[in-house]
């Protein structure tokens, strides 16, 4: 073989190895040499690609065959138009293609006067920008992309402009100091340059006027057009932070109780924190719990009135007997406390007995003899604990455990008590190191056509298994997270561990993540959801959450408005547990839901109860009316899902078609055995 030959096979083992498609054309336009990749991108035009070809005669066919929907309409001015770009020396423009793809040219002319073309398709990079773009532009949060290497906010959207009252244009190149103090400049600069989607930080914000307003900024390094830039997220807490602090102040100036006039439960917790820094062995703090028997009898035949008068004559008895150095506390309703420093617990318990005398007499109110009682529990730092919850929780415990022997009695904390506390004390202390150490785990289940067998939906659920204790319930640690105030960080976990792994499924898969109440009450779902699709790349179409009746119940107009901009977005809303709360019917009709789920008591009944089996005919129907998709939960056999399919049921899940699992267990190619004659 020559030198020559072995030149020319080197270079096309060269170019078949490269990822673009490549094409060699010489001076006259004719195709010399081209890769696989090149011919895959035009494989319409695939047949015409031959060694002396011309590219613009392959060009005109193509045309006339339709796979330039560009030129259509313009043959002959897309023609020419594409023809001098291919004379410039250096030409760089995009393509559409009839497929749906696009893909980036990039042509250079060599010393011989002939050209050497590069193809990359890059149609999923515009519609993830087109999807950041409809997201940015259309968010609720004032959002802005920033250009560190300038110092310029290259756009904003129409949120952001409203808020500092520029317009679109004048956004666009302003520098980002002035939206910003003297004093706050360089660390806000510095931020800008940074990751830092939390945002936990206020910041004084100017406005083009001159006026201030408060917002919480966080920030999500990007880029865009491949240049490095900051996408900014920023939320007016201007009123929310008035509010606090008028709330502050009024809490700093209430520190009793209206109606009795005696401490209240803020100035309770301030006061047993303070004095119980000081216990110990030689001085004890004593906790009493007290709950008066039977006042709400007494409140509700009487009313409140009645019930207000009777709280302030109680709480004059046992102001009266309360010793120095002790704080009587209203804490509740019905409920007061009363902490004694330096004394014994002997001390403690004959004040307490005192009391349930005093208050089991007679009360005089308006001319009616009114009877209640008054139990009351005890804990004693530091010997059962010296952490103010935790006392206040033990003194809880024998208060109950007063009331369930005998009420009008006192009892005090007893360790046995508190097995049950403490072993939840240590459930939330494992949770919190589970979720800060990453250990919970996303599991998917399938949601499957009951057609075809085709899995449509994957539902997210979180998984965690303790070191000792094996699987934990979700219904005992999601409750806990709520409790513990750690649903907001959890819940971002599972929104972005899910979307990020369901970029790898196919596109028709869908996503369905199980959102909380809570994360609606504290305000944040929007924002994260919003996040989660950003940062991978999945389009909000692809992504429905699953919301219970307990979301909807919330008063106010904050879960109205949040669903309404998460469909705006293009995001599915799943009704869970569909038909076993107490408004699920109104709720469907006054929400614009996608999906409703029945809930799996109803599919568990199918054979024995005829009530199940008409309940989940008339969602079915109630479905196919309102153009909502139906889910049946729960399915586990065969006959269950036939008579789902029979009566028209489009989706079901259940451990019939697959238990939860890690994504990797999921198998999106095959079908379900036997459904697709199931008809």
């Known amino acids: 073989m020559s030198a020559a030959s072995r030149a020319e096979r080197l270079l096309r083992d060269a170019i078949e190895a490269m990822p673009q498609g490549i094409v060699i054309l010489d001076e006259e336009d004719?195709?010399?040499?081209?890769?696989?990749?090149?011919?895959?991108?035009?494989?319409?035009?695939?047949?015409?690609?031959?060694?002396?070809?011309?590219?613009?005669?392959?060009?005109?066919?193509?045309?006339?065959?339709?796979?330039?929907?560009?030129?259509?309409?313009?043959?002959?001015?897309?023609?020419?138009?594409?023809?001098?770009?291919l004379r410039q020396s250096d030409c760089r423009h995009e393509q559409c293609l009839s497929n749906g793809r696009c893909i980036l040219i990039e042509e250079r002319k060599t010393e011989s006067g002939g050209t050497?073309?590069?193809?990359?398709d890059i149609t999923d990079i515009r519609r993830r920008e087109e999807a950041f773009r409809l997201l940015f532009e259309q968010n609720p949060l004032a959002m802005l992309v920033y250009d560190a290497a300038t110092g310029l906010i290259r756009s904003a959207n129409e949120a952001a402009c409203r808020l500092f009252r520029y317009s679109a244009d004048e956004m666009a190149g302003l520098d980002a100091?002035?939206?910003?103090?003297?004093?706050?400049?360089?660390?806000?600069?510095?931020?800008l340059a940074s990751d830092c989607p939390e945002g936990d930080s206020c910041w004084p914000l100017r406005r083009r006027d001159g006026t201030n307003v408060e917002a919480m900024v966080s920030t999500r390094l990007s880029h865009m057009e491949d240049e490095p830039v900051t996408i900014v997220s920023i939320v007016d807490v201007t009123e929310r932070r008035r509010i606090e602090q008028r709330m502050a102040h009024m809490a700093h100036m209430a520190r009793h109780d209206e109606l009795t006039g005696l401490a209240n439960r803020p100035h309770c917790r301030e006061y047993l924190s303070a004095v119980l820094e000081e216990a110990s062995s030689a001085n004890t703090v004593t906790l009493a719990l007290v709950d008066l028997d039977h006042f709400k009898a007494v409140n509700d035949t009487y009313g409140h009135h009645f019930g207000d008068m009777l709280l302030t004559d109680a709480a004059r008895r046992m102001r009266e007997l309360i010793p120095p150095g002790a704080l009587l506390c209203r804490i509740g309703g019905d409920e007061f406390a009363i902490i004694f420093r330096r004394a014994s617990q002997t001390q403690a318990e004959l004040v307490a007995?005192?009391?349930?005398?005093?208050?089991?007499?007679?009360?005089?109110?308006?001319?009616?003899?009114?009877?209640?009682?008054?139990?009351?529990?005890?804990?004693?730092?530091?010997?059962?604990?010296?952490?103010?919850?935790?006392?206040?929780?033990?003194?809880?415990?024998?208060?109950y455990a007063a009331k369930a022997e005998r009420r009008g009695t006192c009892r005090s904390f007893e360790l046995r008590m508190g097995e049950a506390a403490q072993a939840k004390s240590r459930l939330e202390k494992d949770l919190r190191k589970a979720v800060q150490d990453g250990d919970l785990?996303?599991?998917?289940?399938?949601?499957?056509?009951?057609e075809t067998g085709q899995i449509e939906c994957c539902e997210a659920l979180l998984r965690w298994h303790h070191a000792e204790r094996g699987h934990v319930s979700p219904e005992v640690f999601i409750p806990l997270a709520e409790e513990l105030g750690l649903i907001d960080q959890v819940g971002r976990f599972v929104l972005n561990s899910a979307c990020r792994e369901a970029m790898s499924?196919?596109?028709?898969?869908?996503?369905?993540?199980?959102?909380?109440?809570?994360?609606?009450?504290?305000?944040?779902?929007?924002?994260?959801?919003?996040?989660?699709?950003?940062?991978?790349g999945l389009v909000a179409e692809r992504l429905e959450l699953e919301i219970t009746e307990a979301v909807l119940m919330e008063r106010g107009p904050r879960p109205a408005a949040i669903i309404r901009n998460l469909r705006a977005f293009g995001i599915g809303i799943s009704l869970d547990d569909f038909g076993t709360g107490y408004s699920s019917l109104s709720y469907l009709?006054?929400?614009?839901?996608?999906?409703?789920?029945?809930?799996?008591?109803?599919?568990?009944?199918?054979?024995?109860?005829?009530?199940?089996?008409?309940?989940?005919?008339?969602?079915?129907?109630?479905?196919?009316?309102?153009?909502?998709?139906v889910v049946a939960e729960g399915i586990e056999r065969e006959m269950e899902r036939e008579y789902l399919r029979s009566e028209g049921c489009t989706q079901g899940q259940g451990f019939l078609f697959g238990k939860p699992g890690p994504a990797a267990m999921v198998d999106f190619q095959s079908l379900l055995p036997r459904a697709c004659n199931a008809a």
């Not at 909380?516 to 991978?536: C, K």
Request: contains cysteine; positive net charge; hydrophobic residues 40%.
């Open 30 to 85: 004719r195709y010399i040499l081209w890769n696989r990749r090149y011919a895959e991108i035009y494989c319409r035009s695939a047949d015409l690609l031959q060694p002396g070809a011309k590219l613009g005669d392959t060009l005109r066919i193509g045309v006339s065959r339709g796979d330039y929907p560009e030129a259509i309409g313009q043959e002959e001015e897309w023609l020419a138009r594409r023809i001098e770009m």
């Open 116 to 120: 050497i073309g590069i193809r990359v």
């Open 177 to 191: 100091e002035c939206l910003f103090s003297r004093a706050d400049r360089d660390s806000a600069m510095a931020l």
């Open 353 to 399: 007995k005192s009391i349930i005398t005093a208050l089991s007499e007679p009360f005089f109110i308006h001319g009616n003899m009114l009877h209640i009682g008054a139990t009351i529990g005890f804990s004693v730092a530091p010997y059962d604990s010296s952490d103010p919850q935790t006392l206040m929780r033990y003194a809880d415990l024998a208060l």
């Open 441 to 450: 785990e996303v599991h998917y289940q399938p949601l499957v056509n009951l």
């Open 505 to 536: 499924w196919p596109q028709h898969v869908r996503l369905s993540v199980n959102v909380s109440p809570l994360q609606f009450r504290n305000g944040n779902l929007l924002s994260t959801v919003i996040n989660a699709l950003s940062s991978s």
């Open 589 to 629: 009709l006054n929400y614009p839901f996608t999906k409703i789920k029945i809930d799996k008591s109803f599919i568990l009944n199918l054979q024995r109860e005829a009530n199940s089996r008409a309940v989940i005919r008339a969602v079915i129907g109630l479905g196919r009316s309102l153009g909502v998709t």
